[in-house]
């Protein structure tokens, strides 16, 4: 019986990371340190968390961050004004807006509202769109997490097979766009498919994004596959678990990630990244030399 190599994301991140400092270091060099705007609305437990994730990794990487808390009941209109605020200056390079918004806000306008060139989560229209005709622009972090995870264990994704199981806009149907940019033969997946083993075990790569602990069971996966997790959720006894039975299909894959440790270091390494891209995007508009 075979063990499946585990795909250490923190270990991979913290290269990920290593490199953004140094690009920090050139920009900060030439006159351009990179800037981070990070707003939570609200003080729901989880985002707190991720927000306080994010701000101690900016500072790690000697990003600058602004972070900004407004209560649960700032109104929609003012908070379009500030990322208007935002948008004009020209020292923050990327603005976030924490999820999940509180329900008299629309998500989609706030997106939208975020200049194109500095939505360093990848989520607008402006970006989905230059992702699918394949042109430059910023990816969604936890897909190209996802990729780089992938791209980890050696595999060459041309010709193979791949199977993304979920088809949110967040992560699902990005991943699949990225996973064709590198010549793979794509299968979505989700809630309506029939069989979903019937795919899964002629796939080369399994990317599972549903949030449903249990989805992929030993069964369900080709011997050898790679086999990414990207869900997030407690099992019975209050433990962290992802969407893949991970002792069952370790006997079974090549490689797997973990969780915790494994798709969830990238997404902010990657949020990173992207926010130094729009850095030193603006850096060569404004003629600067890193």
């Known amino acids: 019986m075979t063990t499946a190599a585990r795909i250490d994301g923190t270990a991979i991140a913290r290269e990920v990371r290593a490199g953004v400092a140094r690009r920090v270091a050139r920009l900060a060099a030439a006159g351009q340190l990179p800037s981070l705007a990070v707003i939570l609305v609200g003080d729901d437990p989880a985002s707190q968390v991720y927000v306080r994730n994010k701000i101690k990794a900016c500072a790690e990487a000697g990003i600058r961050s602004l972070h900004e808390t407004y209560p649960a009941d700032l109104s929609e209109k003012d908070l379009l004004g500030r990322i208007a605020a935002l948008n004009a200056d020209d020292a923050v390079h990327g603005i976030l807006v924490q999820m999940p918004l509180p329900p008299h806000i629309s998500a989609q306008r706030v997106i939208e509202a975020i200049d194109a060139s500095k939505d360093v989560d990848g989520y607008s229209i402006e970006s989905a769109g230059r992702l699918l005709a394949g042109l430059p622009g910023f990816k969604p972090c936890t897909p190209w997490g996802c990729m780089t995870l992938i791209a980890s264990t050696g595999m060459s994704l041309r010709g193979k097979h791949a199977v993304v199981i979920g088809r949110s806009n967040t992560v699902g ?39 449903r602990a249990g989805t992929l069971t030993a069964d369900m996966v080709k011997p050898g596959a790679v086999v990414i997790d990207v869900g997030m959720n407690r099992d019975a006894g209050g433990k962290l678990c992802g969407d893949v039975d991970f002792a069952g299909v370790a006997e079974v894959a090549g490689a797997i990630t973990p969780v915790p440790g494994g798709v969830g270091p990238m997404t902010i390494a990657m949020l990173l990244s992207n926010t130094v891209d729009a850095a030193e995007r603006a850096a060569a508009a404004q003629g600067l030399s890193s």
Request: hydrophobic share 45%; with cysteine.
């Open 173 to 211: 149907k990005p991943m699949a766009l990225l996973l064709l940019q590198a010549d793979a033969t794509v299968t979505v997946c989700h809630s309506r498919t029939p069989d979903l083993g019937e795919h899964t075990r002629r796939a080369d790569v399994v990317v599972v994004a549903v949030g």
